[in-house]
């Protein structure tokens, strides 16, 4: 029997190491590769082939590059790691890590990432992850001496060069072809694109010099005089989408609590972006979406800071993790996870936290025109279940897991239906302590920071970059409630405002105009055309 020991050097552990990034890691590449070529119809099988050879070659090259000996486990370790959570919310959400994304995990909150725990996720992680790190930590890997090391890695990185250049000699015009048919497939590509994505937001967020702050707006002024001021509440929803609101002509009554109010429906609302942190400062930013930027916005006041400038009175009570540095300058309250033990239990808030809180502001008023943000936890998943009490499991059977998609469809649905049925009951009670108010005229401006996807098309929760993102995650509600007050002191056509509404065809893009004009503030940032109710108002 022969005792010769195996030998594993770099160039043999990259070969190795690669063959399982392409077969297991990029799993959703080929099925999204498949769907593809089945949507082409006629094409080549051996070209199809030789995609998952390509990317053997190409990372084997890449890796080669950054892998001696003794880098080889402290950079494959985390890698593998990181790769295979990436693997997972690709393969079974279709989560596309993207810079957008990166900011989204980086401004995750712990309670938060704990309802993305579940079986599937924590299994999965130990099979594609943990274990391969575990053998990558045993595996012994030998160090040639440095020159037969060098001559050994660079006859490698030149035969994945020949591979690559035989592939595209041979198959260049399938690949150009295919290619602009699926521009998305590079977003797709673990580890590359994350890896990308994770250095593009680390250099923008840590390493780039901050760019001069600039104010806006401090000529801001509320130019009507009244003898009442004005108090609105402004909801900012999470996760909501029109496609499953009763008013938007769903088959299911998900409005029961707030059908009894003159409400104003916005039809068409499209959000800024498909996650919080990006549509939440986005929409409160001076930039429309085609041009918002992160570092800029970050860079410069927001809404929130022009009404401050104007005098009136804002508070943000927050019941989702933060407001992504939307309210930094003005007084903020973060409701405590075991702020109320009937509604919190620790890691979560239900959103009657919210109400019980306006409740007690609304006690500490002054004298100002004033506006409250109530940023909400509304639909927020995967576990959707939580978002709502007992009593108000409207629909069922309802998914009472984190691992949505092992869920029928039908239970499904009925889970995020019923935490809208909740985030109405939560409107419905805003508008009924506004209209106890004697003292202001009362309004209410509701609108959603993104939508979500329930398996549509292969997707769950959202976050897919805009630009290949289903209307389930960008087509958000948008809802107004005015007291007569209200309507009569700012002199606002009821009438007018419904058939604005019912127009559409608005975007998160019109909400600082729009919030500047109902709240009478006059200022340079305004811009009328970008005001929805501009023509609704009697000058």
């Not at 429906?265 to 499209?270: G, K, P």
């Not at 570092?295 to 104007?310: E, G, P, S, T, Y």
């Not at 401006?445 to 398996?455: A, K």
Request: proline share 5%.
């Amino acid at each position: 029997m022969s005792n010769k020991k195996i030998i594993i050097t770099p160039v043999v552990f990259v070969a190795m190491i690669a063959v399982w990034y392409v077969l297991v890691f990029n799993w959703p590449l080929w099925e999204f590769v498949a769907a593809g070529l089945n949507k082409q119809g006629d094409f080549s099988r051996v070209f199809a082939l030789t995609m998952p050879v390509f990317l053997w070659a190409a990372l084997s090259f890449i890796f080669s590059l950054i892998s001696p000996a003794k880098l080889i486990k402290p950079l494959f370790i985390p890698l593998t790691l990181l790769s295979s959570i990436v693997f997972f919310a690709g393969w079974k959400y279709g989560v596309v890590f993207d810079y957008s994304m990166m900011e989204n995990v980086f401004q995750t909150h712990p309670a938060e990432a704990s309802m993305y725990l579940n079986f599937s996720a924590v299994s999965a992680f130990a099979l594609s992850g943990v274990l391969p790190a575990l053998i990558i930590w045993k595996l012994p890997i030998t160090a040639l001496p440095m020159a037969k090391a060098i001559k050994q890695r660079a006859l490698f990185m030149v035969a994945m060069l020949v591979i690559i250049g035989a592939i595209v000699a041979l198959f260049m015009q399938n690949y150009l072809a295919f290619g602009r048919n699926n521009d998305e497939i590079k977003r797709m590509v673990v580890p590359t694109y994350f890896i990308g994505s994770l250095v593009k937001y680390i250099n923008r967020t840590y390493v780039e010099t901050p760019l001069p702050y600039q104010q806006l707006g401090l000529d801001a002024q509320v130019t009507l005089k009244k003898a009442k001021p004005n108090l609105m509440v402004l909801v900012v929803g999470e996760t909501a989408r029109a496609q499953n609101y009763a008013y938007y002509g769903y088959g299911k009554n998900t409005n029961p609590y707030t059908e009894k109010y003159p409400l104003q429906v916005f039809a068409d609302v499209s959000s800024c972006g498909t996650a919080t942190a990006v549509s939440l400062p986005c929409m409160f930013s001076r930039f429309n979406r085609e041009q918002y930027d992160p570092r800029h916005a970050k860079a410069q006041d927001n809404l929130i800071d022009v009404l401050h400038h104007a005098g009136i009175d804002v508070l943000w009570l927050d019941n989702d993790g933060g407001c992504k540095g939307v309210c930094a300058r003005v007084k903020t309250i973060n409701i405590a996870l075991d702020s109320e033990p009937t509604l919190c239990n620790g890691s979560r808030c239900l959103d009657q936290v919210l109400v019980d809180q306006l409740q007690r502001s609304l006690l500490e008023l002054t004298d100002d025109n004033t506006l409250i943000v109530l940023h909400i936890m509304g639909s927020h998943g995967p576990t959707y279940y939580q978002r709502y009490p007992e009593s108000m499991r409207r629909f069922s059977p309802d998914c009472q897991r984190s691992d949505i998609q092992n869920c029928s469809k039908e239970a499904l649905v009925n889970t995020y239906d019923n935490s809208l049925v909740y985030t109405d009951y939560v409107l419905s009670e805003v508008i009924a302590k506004l209209e106890t108010v004697t003292d202001f005229d009362t309004a209410m401006l509701y609108i959603s920071d993104h939508g979500e996807s329930l398996g549509e098309m292969g997707l769950y929760l959202h976050g897919t970059p805009y630009s290949m993102a289903p209307k389930e995650q960008t087509h958000i509600p948008m809802l107004t409630w005015f007291s007569p007050d209200y309507l009569a002191q700012n002199h606002l056509s009821l009438a007018c405002i419904e058939q604005q509404a019912a127009q559409g065809h608005y975007s998160q893009d019109n909400l600082f105009d729009t919030v500047l004009g109902l709240l009478n503030v006059n200022t340079q940032e305004y811009r009328p055309d970008q005001d929805i109710l501009k023509l609704c108002r009697k000058d």
